[in-house]
């Protein structure tokens, strides 16, 4: 992968910041055919990026297909289909104290952005924020991550190709060239990612006042219900876990189990397991592999030291980049494998008395980016949510949330801040540009009131039209003025006319 | 000036305790302990009007009628806002149907972020304050706010009343100054509105970004006034000046400078200067409908800036650092490297910088930081147009100043360095929001999502493929021109139908009792 130049990146910036003060990207029209381009560029290049994966995740085609190329061509064509419609400005809503000002929001794009792209979902997590900037009217800078070199290469050189190389430029390079980044005054950074970096990211972005989105992990904790349907539960728990071998920001974390289906639970994911890897994981071509030597390295730590019992699995194979699919039953809740993200195909099952005992659990931790639950019981359903805060909640179903249409994609607190997806993602790179315009005769008629001198019965009548006082009548508004004036008005034509 | 008790520092961590705590109780989960919450809120206010007026004036010097009009109406209509809708605002929102995801029920759920805090300036002690907190309340949040030590009589008459009106693990109040100000940020919080200046807000969003907690600031900026020549010139003159000189200029939406074309310099002057004297006929030193400058150093300042300037005084100039005093004053033939062109003047001080026409306007404005408001002063819809589409600022005001904080609807809020997210009414309940998204799956979505799970085959990859691929449009002419691609293939089909099918199929085994149907269906979730 050929790094981009450090001296080249300020003089990019310069060209995305000139290319957005010329208007071009204003017009919905022209976003929308961008968004097309986009939409071309993944649909017609599916093999290669495909074989991009696959040389950087050793990830297996049906998944990168399913729930990487096609969520990212859905969420384009969502996008395109819906922009003219967010890009729209908003009017308040009817207030008859202030309508004389037509107020109304106006939909503006913030500027010239950064989004800065991790290595786990490199194509989808780069069209994420990227659709949503190129619809929302801005100019873009896209660091994909070096960690996921094919795929980054693949990105640089299709972009210009298929969107030009002027409202979207591609930066390729690591921490120097991320530094570098960072010193820049940008109008907003959209950053997906971890929460060590995070901090590194929002300390630079503060020196500018940037407002920066953050899509981090955490780890996610799966709730069960002792009546739920374990069987199903234990299918979509393992598929969950083991989809790009753990590595998604969503990937189920932990599961909190009541004590009396612990070891039914562990039978049903014994038998998922033989079912979807007859003839074992490591030759199956339906399981992935980590993106770096390193992070093999940091899982198999973790499953070293663990001190509960590895119930499938276990097994590392550091230059194959290949961690099998492990379950490990009864970990401490101190050893690392409970402390950090695993962020690999590692399942501790967590033994707990109750719900309650599972709440307090996540409670005493971190919020999550999201937390699930398998429960067929509405109360139990709601209880959970109720009581614990994180980014998402799924009952039932793992990690289609991200997909679903309409829905926000973002987390809470050290799980993150700010949402994309949809209308979400277009109104994080949009300002909302609040607008009036006010008639000279508000003044003639009521408003002259607030200019000095000031009186006190001046005073006395402006509280009571724009007061809002607490009284037993409920009449001192201005429409009180309206209806009187309409009467009046009526009363004046009504004389008239019968005069003549 | 009142002496204002500091909150002591190690208080400030047992403070936040106690907040997390009642976020954790879950006390405000039920909407209506919220709006008890915030009812108390305004009755707080409307039992102390008196207290709060004479407070106002002793921080200030801010006449009844300017207290009234311009910080105790706007925040009881802030909290009265949040009092009337919090259950609409609060309700889960319901995603537009689509065949696809209905079945998971996709919903998204408005939560609380939990425990905030909100740091508010000395020039709306009571607006900027209480407003957001009605917000916060609204949302099901706990909250820290910290008045500012520059408005001590208002500040520590909130201070005193809160405890009164609101639950003690629901609301909290330090006061202080830098030290305090420093601890409060040491700890961690779910949400953080300043409002203020730039330069605390960097030290602000870097203390929070230790903690990856979410800001909201809202801050000045210097906000032009563009004037069309053809506009009606007496309007815009009276309403500049009352902008301008409203609470003496420290308002972060006061008009900072103005933009005047030459061919009507000297008729628009003469306009200012009618309207200057007919605000205060008494000299304005002498007048009660003038305020003064919050503190003597700020006095000291806009001072300075007086005298340096290489601009023309053409009225006003004088002032009184003793008692806080500055006249209303407007200089011309303002060079753009004047004293009074450095930063935000927040004060009131008008300088007039001659401009040719529009055009020089706009790039004028497009040369510096972008501001939280810039005013146009027009009837002319294309001339506002212009302005408006060929700059950014948080807001875009026609022949109108300062009042649209108050606007029911609307947010408010900067852009780049005036600020970013926006406050008021339901964007301030937005802003302690979380929203959550949820979905609810179902066991029987296997049978058309089976295919996801290893291992995978072929067979697998086509199906799915099949039921979720959406079609794009059509292709784009520059990429035809660029020679990129064939015509592609359409693949239209939808999970969806899938699904609607096997509802159909599962219905009518159902109904009719067909069990060879019910076991084929039941195989094929296997």
């Given at each position: 992968m050929q790094f981009t130049p450090l001296e080249d990146i300020p003089k990019i910036r310069e060209s995305l910041r000139n290319v957005f003060h010329s208007g071009k990207t204003k017009p919905v029209a022209f976003r929308q055919e961008k968004l097309k381009q986009m939409g071309y560029l993944v649909q017609e290049n599916k093999q290669a990026l495909l074989d991009a994966l696959k040389s950087d995740l050793g990830r297996p085609y049906l998944e990168s297909d399913v729930l990487e190329l096609v969520p990212t061509v859905n969420d384009i064509k969502y996008t395109h289909d819906n922009v003219h419609k967010w890009a729209r400005s908003e009017s308040a809503p009817f207030q008859f104290a202030?309508?004389?000002?037509?107020?109304?929001?106006?939909?503006?794009?913030?500027?010239?952005?950064?989004?800065?792209?991790?290595?786990?979902?490199?194509?989808?997590?780069?069209?994420?924020p990227l659709m949503a900037a190129i619809a929302a009217g801005n100019t873009v800078l896209l660091k994909p991550s070096e960690l996921a070199p094919a795929t980054s290469q693949l990105l640089a050189e299709l972009i210009p190709k298929y969107l030009g190389d002027d409202i979207v430029r591609v930066v390729l390079g690591a921490v120097e060239e991320t530094t570098k980044l960072l010193e820049l005054q940008w109008d907003h950074i959209a950053y997906t990612g971890s929460q060590r970096v995070a901090r590194i990211v929002s300390?630079?972005?503060?020196?500018?006042?940037?407002?920066?989105?953050?899509?981090?992990?955490?780890?996610?904790?799966?709730?069960?219900?002792?009546?739920?349907?374990?069987?199903?539960?234990?299918?979509?728990?393992?598929?969950?876990?083991?989809?790009?071998?753990?590595?998604?920001?969503?990937?189920?974390?932990?599961?909190?189990?009541?004590?009396?289906?612990?070891?039914?639970?562990i039978t049903e994911i014994n038998l998922v397991h033989s079912e979807f890897f007859p003839e074992g994981p490591a030759e199956s071509d339906?399981?992935?592999r980590i993106a770096t030597t390193n992070h093999t390295q940091r899982i198999a730590g973790l499953i070293k030291e663990t001190k509960g019992d590895i119930i499938i699995g276990g097994d590392v194979n550091l230059g194959k980049r290949y961690v099998a699919p492990?379950?490990?039953?009864?970990?401490?809740?101190?050893?690392?494998?409970?402390?950090?993200?695993?962020?690999?195909?590692?399942?501790?099952?967590?033994?707990?008395?109750?719900?309650?005992?599972?709440?307090?659990?996540?409670?005493a931790r971190q919020h999550p980016l999201v937390l699930y639950v398998f429960s067929q019981d509405s109360s139990f359903k709601a209880k959970v949510a109720a009581q614990t805060q994180s980014g998402a909640f799924a009952a039932n179903e793992l990690l289609l949330h991200v997909a679903a249409y309409g829905l926000p994609f973002g987390g809470t607190g050290p799980s993150g801040s700010g949402q994309v997806r949809g209308k979400y993602g277009f109104d994080t790179f949009t300002h909302l540009r609040g607008c009036i315009d006010q008639p000279g005769w508000i003044d003639t008629a009521l408003l002259w009131r607030r200019y000095p001198p000031y009186n006190t019965w001046n005073q006395r009548v402006l509280a009571w039209i724009t007061g809002d006082m607490f009284s037993d009548s409920k009449a001192s508004r201005w429409w009180a003025w309206a209806w009187m004036a309409a009467i009046a008005a009526g009363f004046t034509m009504w004389s008239l006319s019968m005069s003549r | 000036?009142?002496?204002?008790?500091?909150?002591?520092?190690?208080?400030?961590?047992?403070?936040?305790?106690?907040?997390?705590?009642?976020?954790?109780?879950?006390?405000?989960?039920?909407?209506?302990?919220?709006?008890?919450?915030?009812?108390?809120?305004?009755?707080?206010?409307?039992?102390?009007?008196?207290?709060?007026?004479?407070?106002?004036?002793?921080?200030?010097?801010?006449?009844?009628?300017?207290?009234?009009?311009?910080?105790?109406?706007?925040?009881?209509?802030?909290?009265?806002?949040?009092?009337?809708?919090?259950?609409?605002w609060s309700k889960p929102e319901k995603p537009s149907f689509t065949l696809n995801w209905f079945a998971m029920s996709p919903v998204i759920r408005k939560e609380p972020k939990g425990t905030v805090l909100i740091i508010s300036p000395f020039n709306f002690p009571m607006l900027l304050v209480l407003g957001p907190l009605a917000?916060?309340?609204?949302?099901?949040?706990?909250?820290?706010?910290?008045?500012?030590?520059?408005?001590?009589?208002?500040?520590?008459?909130?201070?005193?009343?809160?405890?009164?009106?609101?639950?003690?693990?629901?609301?909290?109040?330090?006061?202080?100054?830098?030290?305090?100000?420093?601890?409060?940020?040491?700890l961690q919080w779910d949400h953080i509105l300043y409002t203020g200046n730039g330069r605390v807000a960097k030290i602000i969003l870097t203390a929070a970004a230790k903690h990856l907690t979410p800001v909201t600031t809202e801050l000045g900026g210097k906000n032009p006034v563009v004037l069309d020549p053809k506009s009606d010139l007496k309007l815009a003159a009276r309403r500049i000046a009352w902008g301008k000189f409203t609470n003496c200029g420290q308002i972060c939406a006061s008009p900072d400078y103005l933009l005047l074309p030459q061919a009507i310099e000297?008729?628009?002057?003469?306009?200012?200067?009618?309207?200057?004297?007919?605000?205060?006929?008494?000299?304005?030193?002498?007048?009660?409908?003038?305020?003064?400058?919050?503190?003597?150093?700020?006095?000291?300042?806009?001072?300075?800036?007086?005298?340096?300037t290489k601009g023309k005084i053409i009225v006003g100039g004088e002032s009184d650092v003793e008692e806080r005093y500055i006249a209303p004053t407007i200089v011309k033939d303002v060079q753009p490297d004047d004293s009074l062109m450095e930063g935000e003047i927040f004060g009131p001080v008008l300088p007039i910088v001659s401009v040719k026409d529009v055009d020089e306007a706009i790039n004028f404005i497009n040369e510096r930081d972008h501001p939280l408001v810039i005013y146009v002063f027009?009837?002319?819809?294309?001339?506002?147009?212009?302005?408006?589409?060929?700059t950014r600022s948080g807001a875009a005001i026609s022949n109108e100043t300062v009042i649209y904080h108050a606007t029911t609807g609307l947010p408010f809020g900067g852009i780049g360095p005036s600020g970013s997210g926006a406050t008021t009414g339901k964007y301030n309940f937005d802003m302690f929001t979380h929203s959550r998204a949820s979905l609810n799956g179902r066991g029987w979505i296997d049978l058309i999502l089976g295919g996801r799970y290893p291992p995978h085959t072929p067979a697998k990859s086509k199906k799915l493929a099949l039921t979720m691929q959406r079609k794009l449009p059509s292709r784009p002419q520059a990429l035809v021109a660029a020679g990129l691609g064939a015509a592609t293939e359409s693949t239209s089909n939808r999970w969806g139908l899938w699904l609607a099918l096997a509802v159909v199929a599962a219905v009518v085994s159902g109904s009719m009792q067909l069990t060879s149907v019910r076991s084929w269906l039941a195989g094929m979730a296997k």
């Open positions: 202030s309508s004389s000002m037509r107020p109304k929001v106006m939909k503006e794009p913030k500027g010239t952005v950064l989004a800065i792209i991790p290595y786990n979902y490199p194509l989808f997590l780069s069209f994420t300390a630079a972005a503060a020196k500018h006042l940037i407002p920066v989105t953050l899509e981090l992990g955490g780890k996610n904790p799966v709730i069960i219900d002792p009546k739920s349907d374990l069987r199903l539960a234990a299918r979509r728990i393992w598929w969950g876990k083991l989809v790009n071998a753990g590595q998604i920001c969503v990937s189920p974390d932990y599961v909190l189990v009541p004590r009396e289906v612990q070891d039914q639970l339906s399981f992935g492990t379950l490990v039953s009864n970990p401490s809740a101190e050893e690392p494998l409970m402390q950090e993200e695993i962020f690999g195909p590692v399942l501790p099952v967590v033994p707990v008395e109750n719900v309650d005992e599972a709440i307090a659990f996540v409670n | 000036m009142a002496e204002v008790g500091f909150t002591a520092l190690e208080d400030i961590p047992k403070m936040r305790e106690v907040l997390k705590h009642g976020f954790l109780s879950g006390k405000l989960r039920p909407v209506s302990a919220r709006k008890e919450q915030i009812l108390r809120l305004a009755y707080m206010i409307e039992d102390h009007a008196d207290e709060f007026r004479h407070a106002l004036a002793l921080d200030l010097g801010r006449g009844p009628l300017e207290a009234d009009f311009l910080d105790l109406q706007p925040t009881l209509h802030e909290v009265m806002e949040a009092y009337d809708h919090v259950e609409k917000g916060a309340l609204a949302a099901g949040c706990t909250a820290l706010i910290k008045p500012s030590e520059q408005s001590p009589a208002v500040s520590e008459l909130i201070a005193k009343l809160i405890p009164q009106y609101l639950d003690k693990d629901v609301c909290q109040v330090v006061l202080g100054g830098v030290p305090e100000t420093t601890e409060v940020l040491e000297e008729e628009f002057t003469k306009e200012l200067l009618d309207v200057l004297a007919s605000f205060y006929p008494e000299t304005p030193r002498k007048s009660s409908s003038y305020s003064r400058i919050i503190t003597k150093q700020h006095t000291a300042r806009i001072q300075r800036l007086i005298t340096e027009s009837q002319d819809e294309a001339f506002k147009a212009k302005v408006f589409d060929n």
